[in-house]
């Protein structure tokens, strides 16, 4: 994960829709409508913005969910077409907005982030949802084509869902249920990758290991960030007194918030276990440098006297002591084995190894 690319639009007036530039885009916006009551449900792909408007003036419920909003004119048409705020608009556009509610009057704008665990990269992957709650619509707009919504769309089509006998602030509980339901996914996975670190962590640890840990706790970072803006979202759902949020919605709306919790707390101990990976590996790299250490000032103690007897007999004086002996030699090999043996057992004895 890294941070996503600005559009450039320094001096431009607020509400400006500057399209950023850092990846492509498809030709069309994919646009996906769901109407639905109790008794019946159309399903059906939106060519022209101007279909959406009628939809969302019947007394059903309407979900029309916008795949890829850098696509041009896309959030133009939406606004001229139900006179949505320009600010609203550029908010989602700019996909770098932490979670957030908002309350409009005629609608209410909500932004959270959509997390899924790319398994080819082997990273978590962040995507900005916003939502638009009506008096009976619902409009997410997502970056990129593929969402997680295909549970939710089956329960849409089942006459006997719960779904199909609520109005459009449970569709926008809905989606922002299973946002928060594939939020214990991706922990799944980092709990795995966690479970893994240790496992490397116990038996060898590497500069590799070290490098693990801190590219995940840098990815726990970005989840917190977008995870933790969530339960004041969520809260102030349930505060609100607006019309569009039913009474009969803020129980399912408070089990929400619980889940989120859940899942920073998750995160926070995630955290911590991590911070302690690093200190443990910390220490056990210091304690295998402490036991080279030790082995290397065992030899060099012992080799310290040896090498000065050496250097003693070494010297080139004329009248050298005991030089012509015949049995120098062994004597004085016999001489540096006693002394190597017996710093070695005042070692032993010291416990010093």
């Not at 960030?225 to 039913?246: F, G, N, T, Y």
């Amino acid at each position: 994960m890294r941070p996503k690319k600005r559009a450039h639009k320094s001096g431009m007036p607020p509400g400006t829709l500057v399209y950023a530039t850092d990846r492509p885009t498809t030709q069309d916006a994919r646009i996906t409508l769901f109407d639905f009551d109790e008794q019946h449900v159309v399903e059906n792909v939106v060519h022209d913005i101007a279909e959406c408007v009628p939809f969302t003036q019947a007394h059903t419920v309407t979900w029309i969910n916008v795949d890829d909003v850098q696509v041009s004119g896309v959030l133009e048409a939406f606004g001229n077409a139900l006179g949505f705020h320009p600010l609203m608009l550029e908010d989602i556009l700019h996909t770098d907005q932490r979670p957030k509610y908002e309350d409009y009057g005629d609608y209410i704008f909500l932004v959270l982030k959509m997390l899924d665990f790319d398994a080819a990269k082997n990273e978590i992957v962040i995507e900005q949802l916003s939502l638009v709650l009506g008096e009976n619509y619902i409009i997410s707009f997502q970056e990129r084509p593929g969402d997680m919504f295909d549970a939710l769309r089956e329960r849409i089509r089942k006459n006997a869902s719960r779904i199909r006998k609520s109005g459009s602030d449970y569709t926008a509980y809905a989606l922002m249920d299973s946002v928060v339901d594939r939020y214990f996914d991706v922990l799944e996975k980092i709990g795995e990758k966690i479970e893994a670190l240790e496992i490397m962590l116990a038996k060898n640890p590497k500069p590799d290991t070290l490098r693990s840990i801190h590219k995940l706790r840098q990815e726990l970072i970005f989840l917190r960030k977008s995870v933790w803006p969530l339960r004041d979202v969520v809260a102030s759902m349930q505060r609100a007194e607006s019309p569009l949020i039913h009474e009969s919605t803020e129980l399912f709306l408070r089990d929400l918030h619980d889940h989120v919790i859940r899942v920073a707390d998750s995160i926070d101990t995630y955290r911590d276990m991590l911070s302690s990976m690093q200190d443990v590996y910390l220490s056990s790299i210091s304690n295998r440098t402490n036991e080279i250490m030790k082995v290397l000032t065992l030899f060099s103690s012992i080799f310290l006297p040896l090498t000065f007897i050496v250097g003693v007999f070494g010297m080139n004086f004329r009248n050298f002591p005991e030089l012509d002996w015949p049995y120098g030699l062994q004597a004085t090999m016999v001489l540096m084995v006693l002394v190597g043996v017996g710093m070695y057992l005042f070692f032993k004895f010291k416990k010093w190894i």
